[in-house]
């Protein structure tokens, strides 16, 4: 019993300390998800002998100017509206559309992210690499929602995953470091119980999101 108030004692500090999140928003990319649409486009036409069908062309062009003013929507700050479109967007998606509905769960994860809802980024993040396991974005935003929930060690385990699939990629090994920073310092202040350890851990979380947010 000690030992799980403990660990709900140091996951509910993180939480806390990774709520208090400075202001700016980071940019959406929205240009995973034009790199989609120019793969589907290019795969329907080798199905179409050279041409893409013309209704799938039409599906294609809604779900493409739905997604993009779901990104010009998060951009201005209209979360709610952007979340709508997405929303309207995954309705369009067929069962073959997965790498299509994963960049657009893992802009939804950015935008509850940014709403400090972190029980719904961590659901549509999941939902991203369920879709697309080979989604690195999917798993950095599961990691960094995680993190944000207090959920050190599966948020360290999806940043593994991120560097799993793609070794170089500096963002998720930035991340995974100071997840594993931040684990460390919970871990010391676990054993130590000095009080002054809960300070250095909120700043080390405020760090984390002063780094990463805006990128």
Same mark, same amino acid.
């Given at each position: 019993?000690?030992?799980?108030?403990?660990?709900?004692?140091?996951?509910?500090?993180?939480?806390?300390?990774?709520?208090?999140?400075?202001?700016?928003?980071?940019?959406?990319?929205?240009?995973?998800?034009?790199?989609?649409?120019?793969?589907?486009?290019?795969?329907?036409?080798?199905?179409?002998?050279?041409?893409?069908?013309?209704?799938?062309?039409?599906?294609?062009?809604?779900?493409?100017?739905?997604?993009?003013?779901?990104?010009?929507?998060?951009?201005?700050?209209?979360?709610?509206?952007?979340?709508?479109?997405? @929303?309207?967007?995954?309705?369009?998606?067929?069962?073959?559309?997965?790498?299509?509905?994963?960049?657009?769960?893992? !802009?939804?994860? !950015?935008?509850?992210?940014?709403?400090?809802?972190?029980?719904?980024?961590?659901? /549509?993040?999941?939902?991203?690499?369920?879709?697309?396991?080979?989604?690195?974005?999917?798993?950095?935003?599961?990691?960094?929602?995680?993190?944000?929930?207090?959920?050190?060690?599966?948020?360290?385990?999806?940043?593994?995953?991120?560097?799993?699939?793609?070794?170089?990629?500096?963002?998720?090994?930035?991340?995974?470091? /100071?997840?594993?920073?931040?684990?460390?310092?919970?871990?010391?202040? /676990? !054993?130590?119980?000095?009080?002054?350890? @809960?300070?250095?851990?909120?700043?080390?979380?405020?760090?984390?999101?002063? !780094? @990463?947010? @805006?990128?």
């Amino acid at each position: 019993t000690t030992t799980t108030t403990t660990a709900l004692s140091a996951s509910s500090s993180a939480a806390a300390a990774s709520r208090k999140r400075r202001g700016g928003r980071r940019v959406l990319p929205a240009a995973s998800s034009a790199n989609v649409f120019d793969a589907l486009a290019a795969d329907l036409k080798q199905k179409g002998s050279g041409r893409c069908p013309k209704k799938q062309r039409g599906r294609l062009e809604v779900l493409r100017r739905l997604d993009l003013d779901g990104t010009r929507l998060a951009e201005d700050g209209k979360m709610d509206l952007a979340l709508g479109r997405w @929303n309207q967007a995954l309705q369009l998606c067929t069962e073959e559309d997965t790498k299509l509905k994963a960049a657009i769960h893992e !802009q939804r994860s !950015q935008v509850f992210l940014e709403l400090n809802q972190t029980f719904n980024a961590i659901v /549509e993040a999941e939902n991203a690499t369920k879709c697309d396991p080979t989604n690195i974005h999917g798993f950095i935003s599961l990691g960094r929602a995680q993190l944000n929930h207090g959920e050190l060690g599966m948020a360290i385990s999806s940043f593994q995953r991120a560097l799993k699939a793609d070794p170089s990629n500096s963002t998720a090994r930035a991340d995974l470091e /100071e997840a594993k920073m931040i684990m460390r310092r919970l871990r010391k202040q /676990e !054993q130590t119980k000095d009080s002054s350890a @809960n300070v250095d851990s909120s700043v080390d979380v405020l760090a984390w999101r002063a !780094q @990463n947010w @805006n990128k």
